[in-house]
């Protein structure tokens, strides 16, 4: 599976909760933080999820998220 479809797979499962990058590099294996950001920006150009500067559905800290776009 690439990269990008793991990425997507991971917001949908924790939507409606926003999810931050150091999250997601954290839950994808083998995922460098630096990775996943370049990955995100992708997603949210591409596929219909939103970035935002919001507090984590995670980790709770405010940071760059994505979410499902509603
Ligand atoms: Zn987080």
């Known amino acids: 599976m690439v990269i ?3 990425i997507r797979q991971f917001v949908e499962r924790v939507a409606p909760l926003p999810i931050c990058e150091a999250c ?4 994808l294996d083998g ?3 630096q990775e996943v950001h370049l990955r995100v920006s992708e997603l949210a150009v591409e596929r219909g999820f939103d970035r935002a500067r919001a507090p984590c559905g995670l980790c709770g800290n405010e940071r760059l998220v994505v979410e499902k776009a509603r």
């Open 24 to 27: 997601l590099a954290g839950h």
């Open 4 to 6: 990008l479809d793991r």
């Open 31 to 33: 995922l460098s933080e």
